[in-house]
């Protein structure tokens, strides 16, 4: 069965330093994966989405992904983070008819 | 910005009450989800629809239930609500077009029974 796995809960990093979210996942066929963020009391906004080519992805809010098929990962990146960052981030996996398989979710918190 | 809405954001109500989620998109879109997320946990697809008249049940089973009537708006009922309903609900929406479609969330309905 297909799934998604973000061995993070939580992760704390300082304002400016970098960042790296893991997200593995398991599927049979060739991923379409996406990673989500949601701030607290909205619902999860896109930030990017890997189809197929360049195996490295730009989205939104600097934020970029890199897919690894022989490791299954598809980990998210951000070179500087800010405080508006806080937030919970998901990573999916799409299936036929856009249903999605998340993960559980990574907390990350940016200190000052 | 999607234009994807849910009503109410936060409801609390008693056991055994009959509740209604809200869910409307303005995009026109054919295919709308639900999923249900529990604190720190996966989001999961409870139900799902390919447009008007159409509602599947989605991975995890749920007690509720799902209209689609008209392509913009995807109720979900739950006609007696126990203690165990207690969870976040998110609908979203998605184009017709292809599998590498992205979703749009709505901000959400969190529901405690009491």
């Known amino acids: 069965a297909q799934s998604v796995t973000q061995p993070d809960i939580h992760i704390t990093v300082s304002e400016g330093a970098s960042l790296e979210l893991r997200c593995n996942y398991s599927?049979?066929?060739?991923?379409?994966l996406f990673w989500y963020v949601q701030s607290p009391g909205q619902g999860l906004q896109l930030l990017l989405k890997?189809?197929?080519?360049?195996?490295l992805v730009q989205g939104i809010k600097g934020f970029e992904a890199e897919f690894k098929r022989s490791q299954s990962s598809f980990n998210l990146r951000k070179p500087s983070v800010h405080w508006s960052d806080a937030a919970e981030y998901f990573c999916a996996v799409g299936l036929y008819g856009n249903k999605l398989v998340f993960g559980a979710g990574t907390i990350l918190r940016v200190k000052s | 910005e999607a234009d994807i809405y849910q009503t109410p954001r936060y409801l609390v109500i008693g056991t055994g009450k009959k509740i209604t989620l809200e869910c409307s998109q303005t995009?026109?879109?054919?295919?709308m989800y639900w999923y249900q997320q529990d604190p720190g946990m996966e989001l999961h697809l409870i139900h799902y629809s390919y447009g008007v008249n159409s509602t599947e049940k989605g991975d995890l089973s749920s007690e509720s239930t799902v209209s689609r009537i008209r392509t913009e708006h995807f109720p979900l009922t739950l006609e007696s609500a126990r203690p165990s309903h207690t969870s976040q609900y998110l609908c979203?929406?998605?184009?017709?077009?292809?599998?590498?479609?992205?979703?749009?969330f709505g901000q959400g309905t969190r529901l405690t029974v009491v």
């Open positions: 995009m026109g879109h054919d295919k």
């Open positions: 599927y049979g066929a060739t991923p379409y």
């Open positions: 979203a929406s998605s184009p017709e077009t292809g599998l590498n479609t992205e979703a749009f």
């Open positions: 890997y189809f197929s080519g360049d195996t």
